[in-house]
């Protein structure tokens, strides 16, 4: 980041370069979003009959109906998406923040947060809203064993509930946006969109075109792998530190902002493309999470890893309480 830049609040940040967008972007991107991944698919479908859960930035609600065996109660800081998301019923979906949701503690079987913890600009906020997460969760009865009063037995203590998150990766060397090891984490990526963004035959998409703010990132990665040891060493300190740290720290715009595209202080810009319709290009901000760094956000936000694993550019974890 610049320091030169001028510094923001994180709620005000995300408000301009992730809320705002995705509110503006709704219907478009839920147009894009209609087949579930398949380690989320074999996650809700192993949930037992009759269970209840959340999905956390629930987006246009495509989990929401995977398997109609369980309930799920959505959730977004959209209400564009939201609304999108309620016609999946049985199912509700209500407008609520990742970081203060309106649910009850303990009570939920499982958890889903599918891309949405990346969209959060700082440590601290990321780490609260996977302990918010967690914290929704049903605990286990590992404290307290269970015995067959008539046999004198102990029997197996019930599990508790489990979350699943998924974040954007740094390591996306095979993708079209060439992110890896050494790249800077904190990054604008465009979404291009053809016509009316709120209309839902218009067109939307992640611009396919490497963006003046790719290359940039690029470059950066070059000169970031030449210090890519000391970055290394210093995650888990920083990440330690998140759950003390001051949430309301200042955060500056990332220094990708594409500024080839003619992107402004997080405003849209109109344009024409080839074909001379118009199109319109917004900034969202995204946190690349490196590898090892989903887990120990999860450690410190007092949860404990059962299972994670990378699919397609994107890093992912079976959470449940600590």
């Known amino acids: 980041m610049e320091p030169s830049q001028q510094q923001v609040a994180p709620d005000v940040y995300e408000a301009e370069y992730v809320h705002g967008v995705y509110e503006q972007i709704a219907a478009h991107f839920s147009s894009t979003r209609y087949k579930p991944w398949p380690i ?33 109660l959505g959730s977004d800081r959209s209400p564009a998406l939201t609304k999108i998301a309620s016609q999946h019923e049985p199912h509700s979906a209500i407008v609520a923040d990742a970081l203060a949701l309106p649910h009850p503690n303990s009570r939920f ?6 891309a949405v913890i990346h969209h ?8 609260m809203a996977i302990k918010a997460i967690l914290d929704a969760l049903r605990p286990g009865n590992s404290a307290h064993k269970m015995r067959d009063p008539s046999e004198r037995k102990e029997m197996p203590s019930e599990s508790g509930g489990k979350a699943l998150i998924y974040v954007w990766a740094l390591e996306q060397r095979g993708s079209r946006r060439g992110w890896d090891e050494g790249c800077e984490q904190d990054v604008m990526v465009p979404w291009v969109t053809k016509g009316n963004p709120s209309a839902t035959h218009g067109t939307g998409i992640e611009s396919q075109k490497e963006s003046s703010s790719q290359k940039q990132g690029k470059k950066l990665c070059a000169v970031g792998r030449k210090t890519g040891e000391d970055s290394r060493s210093n995650i888990e300190e920083t990440i ?10 200042q955060v500056a715009p990332p220094v990708e902002a594409d ?7 997080g405003v849209p810009v109109d344009k024409r493309g080839e074909s001379g319709q118009a199109t319109r290009t917004f ?23 059962v299972e994670s694993g990378y699919e397609k550019d994107n890093w992912w974890a079976i959470a449940t309480c600590g």
């Open 40 to 72: 989320v698919e074999s996650f809700l479908k192993a949930q037992p009959d009759g269970s209840v859960g959340l999905d956390v930035g629930c987006g246009n609600g495509k989990y929401l109906a995977v398997n109609p065996r369980i309930f799920i």
């Open 109 to 114: 079987d499982f958890v889903i947060s599918i």
């Open 120 to 127: 959060l600009s700082t440590a601290p906020r990321r780490t």
């Open 240 to 249: 330690s530190d998140a759950a003390t740290s001051n949430l309301s720290e």
């Open 259 to 265: 500024r080839g595209l003619g992107s402004h202080e």
């Open 283 to 305: 900034q969202r901000y995204y946190h690349l999470y490196r590898s090892g760094e989903l887990e120990r956000d999860i450690t410190v936000a007092g949860g404990r890893v």
